[in-house]
């Protein structure tokens, strides 16, 4: 079994849609990361989380909320989709002092 | 404001040849730089992570540089194969308590048989 889930992969939806994803992991890291990835643009950090109780905005937060349910969960929400929301969307855990970070297979978004 | 630069956007080459990918960064204070290979529908998947007191690290036929006081790292690849095509990203981790990644856009290779 992967180390890091998602769900859903792939996912269209409608303006103003309320969208969560998803994250699981196995690893038993207590760091986890939210990023999107557009073409061209390389990732970018929405949201990241230390533990349970320590949830922290990244670079592009506006428009996402996120929920740290437990040590292995940790999900991203839309309240309201939009049309350039559409794009790849990457959790990841990250361990130990150099802090490698690994990635799940990725969600892809489609707001129309 | 740290930004990340990978040069050139895409590279194909004949199997077998030896190649060097191109990361930039424009602030030297960094923890570590860390290169990714993502293949298309995965995910990244960690190749090297460079420490910033460290020259270079090797894994196999992959060998990544840092010279921070210029602001660069290279990733060479050895003998390529076709299997080796895929988007390369390098990711630098700033030097505070935050953990957090700056990518690059990535190196798309394609490796021809």
């Known amino acids: 079994d992967a180390d890091v889930t998602q769900t859903p992969r792939n996912r269209i939806t409608k303006t103003g849609k309320r969208i969560m994803l998803e994250c699981s992991q196995t690893k038993g890291h207590d760091r986890m990361y939210w990023y999107r990835q557009d073409p061209g643009l390389g990732l970018r950090l929405i949201y990241y989380?230390?533990?349970?109780?320590?949830?922290n905005k990244g670079e592009i937060s506006d428009g996402y909320s996120v929920s740290r349910q437990a040590q292995a969960k940790f999900s991203l929400s839309l309240e309201s989709a939009i049309p350039n929301q559409t794009a790849l969307y990457f959790c990841?855990?990250?361990?130990?002092?150099?802090?490698?970070?690994?990635f799940g297979p990725g969600t892809r978004l489609t707001v129309l | 404001k740290q930004e990340v630069t990978q040069i050139p956007a895409a590279l194909s080459v004949p199997e077998g040849e030896n190649l060097v990918l191109n990361c930039s960064f424009t602030?030297?204070?960094?923890?570590?730089l860390q290169w990714f290979r993502q293949d298309p529908g995965k995910g990244l998947t960690s190749l090297l992570l460079?420490?910033?007191?460290?020259r270079e690290q090797t894994s196999g036929r992959l060998n990544a540089s840092l010279d921070k006081s210029s602001g660069r790292s290279t990733l060479y690849i050895a003998a390529s194969q076709p299997g080796d095509s895929a988007t390369y990203l390098c990711a630098v981790r700033m030097g505070d308590s935050s953990y957090k990644l700056i990518f690059g856009s990535g190196t798309r290779l394609l490796v021809r048989p």
């Open positions: 989380s230390f533990d349970v109780k320590d949830i």
């Open positions: 460079i420490q910033s007191s460290q």
């Open positions: 602030d030297s204070a960094i923890y570590n």
């Open positions: 990841a855990t990250g361990t130990g002092w150099a802090d490698t970070q690994y």
